[in-house]
T-cell receptor, first 116, second 113 residues
Framework: GAVVSQHPSRVICKSGTSVKIECRSL??????MFWYRQFPKQSLMLMAT?????????EQGVEKDKFLINHASLTLSTLTVASAHPEDSSFYIC????????????FGNGTRLTVT | SQKIEQNSEALNIQEGKTATLTCNYT??????LQWYRQDPGRGPVFLLL?????KEKRKERLKVTFDTTLKQSLFHITASQPADSATYLC????????????FGQGTELSVKP
């Protein structure tokens, strides 16, 4: 089945540093990738939709200058948390969609970000 | 705004029984609805997709129903096993927006041996 690899799985950083998270589709071309954030015991909250070769579309309330998304190829999207602060600590999950409109999403295993 | 609600309370059942999870939505008419399983510290895994013109979908011990009049989906696991213990998420599509999904908050299921 379709595999999405997300790296790193866990990162601890100091306040003010930037953190880059990679999301790769390993065995299919992902025309669209989605980035979600999840707080404990809460739902996945969509942050942005990323299409290869174009600017990401951010959801309301998500700072595009804070969460920088790059979708440089059909198999790689990156999320950079710029100047991270403790309130950015969360579980970040990427997902990828194939070409079919109603294809199920394939998720990475998430990145646990802790900002101290 | 769109609202998706799942059983907020954790569901505890005995092994062998049928687990039934509920997903209700308002102010929305999804073209299809999906169910995912999420284990702690992991990303969700797709289970089943049901379209608006389908009443019921089955896959092995799983069954999903979709009532667009009630704006509700039910997710059933028959002959439940301790390995079925996880959080189950329902997700609704946004039409014509490239497959973007909006998730419910999930229901935690615990199956006791």
């Amino acid at each position: 089945g379709a595999v999405v690899s997300q790296h790193p799985s866990r990162v601890i950083c100091k306040s003010g540093t930037s953190v880059k998270i990679e999301c790769r589709s390993l065995d299919f071309q992902a025309t669209t990738m989605f980035w979600y954030r999840q707080f404990p015991k809460q739902s996945l909250m969509l942050m942005a939709t990323s299409n290869e070769g174009s600017k990401a579309t951010y959801e309301q309330g998500v700072e595009k200058d804070k969460f920088l998304i790059n979708h440089a190829s059909l198999t790689l999207s990156t999320l950079t948390v710029a100047s991270a602060h403790p309130e950015d600590s969360s579980f970040y999950i990427c997902s990828a969609s194939g070409s079919s409109y109603n294809s199920p999403l394939h998720f990475g295993n998430g990145t646990r970000l802790t900002v101290t | 705004s769109q609202k998706i609600e799942q059983n907020s309370e954790a569901l505890n059942i005995q092994e062998g029984k049928t687990a039934t999870l509920t997903c209700n939505y308002t102010n929305y008419s999804p073209a299809y609805l999906q169910w995912y399983r999420q284990d702690p510290g992991r990303g969700p895994v797709f289970l089943l997709l049901i379209r608006e013109n389908e009443k019921e979908k089955r896959k092995e011990r799983l069954k999903v129903t979709f009532d667009t009049t009630l704006k509700q989906s039910l997710f059933h696991i028959t002959a439940s096993q301790p390995a079925d213990s996880a959080t189950y998420l329902c997700a609704l599509d946004f039409r014509n927006q490239g497959g973007k999904l909006i998730f419910g908050q999930g229901t935690e299921l615990s199956v006791k041996p």
